[in-house]
């Protein structure tokens, strides 16, 4: 318990410092280029608090679990999309790049780290119902979904909320990639891709507490 306040400390203190760094651009730019920053991280945040009820709710009943879980994946994508941001350093500005390389790294770095820590929620509540290996092959599914998330999000320009809003267009958008994934190989190679990057970094942070602690 004591470790979880300390990250929420520590979350709130990372927030306050992108939040001062997006107010100093403003005042000496007058632009408010970067202000969808502040959006991106509460949409990233979401299933950060979402993944804080799954101990709350193991003994509940399972379609209340299931309910949760698939309120959590479906904002588990805008965790990961913040990485995706890194694309606005190609915008012409007359702001030092350097400075929105900085800001751009730390909104990403730390959606990673709310996506991965609530990841890792998630992963441990299914270890109460399935066993190691159905879990394992679980998490890189639950990747390549968030993966495939975060393509639509990006060059498809859908948000979490069109499943509600606009279900039929953003099903049938879906059902075509699935169904003709030749035609639409750039789609399954982006997925792929960021499957495998996120995969990678999602495991190497989980190692990182035994390597810090290792004293030889």
Not at 33 to 53: D, K, T
Not at 197 to 204: I, K, M
């Amino acid at each position: 318990m004591r470790t979880v306040r300390a990250f929420n400390r520590l979350l709130a203190i990372f927030f306050l410092f992108i939040g001062f760094m997006i107010f100093a651009r403003i005042v000496y730019s007058g632009s408010f280029r970067y202000i969808f920053i502040c959006w991106n991280l509460f949409l990233a945040w979401i299933p950060y608090i979402l993944s804080c009820f799954f101990v709350v709710y193991k003994q509940r009943e399972k379609w209340k679990q299931l309910l949760l879980f698939v309120s959590w994946l479906l904002f588990f994508p805008n965790a990961l999309y913040i990485v995706t941001d890194l694309i606005h350093l190609e915008e012409s500005s007359n702001f030092p790049l350097w400075y929105d390389a900085l800001l751009l790294f730390a909104s990403s770095f730390v959606g990673l780290i709310m996506a991965f820590i609530s990841l890792q929620k998630v992963e441990y509540n299914l270890h109460g119902i399935f066993s190691r290996p159905i879990v394992r092959a679980f998490i890189p599914l639950i990747l390549f979904i968030g993966s495939f998330g975060v393509y639509l999000g990006r060059f498809q320009r859908w948000n979490s909320w069109d499943i509600v809003h606009n279900p039929l267009e953003l099903a049938l958008d879906i059902l075509v990639r699935i169904i003709s994934p030749v035609d639409n190989f750039k789609t399954w190679v982006i997925t792929i891709i960021l499957t495998a990057l996120y995969s990678l970094l999602y495991f190497f942070i989980k190692i990182l507490p035994n390597a810090f602690a290792e004293r030889k």
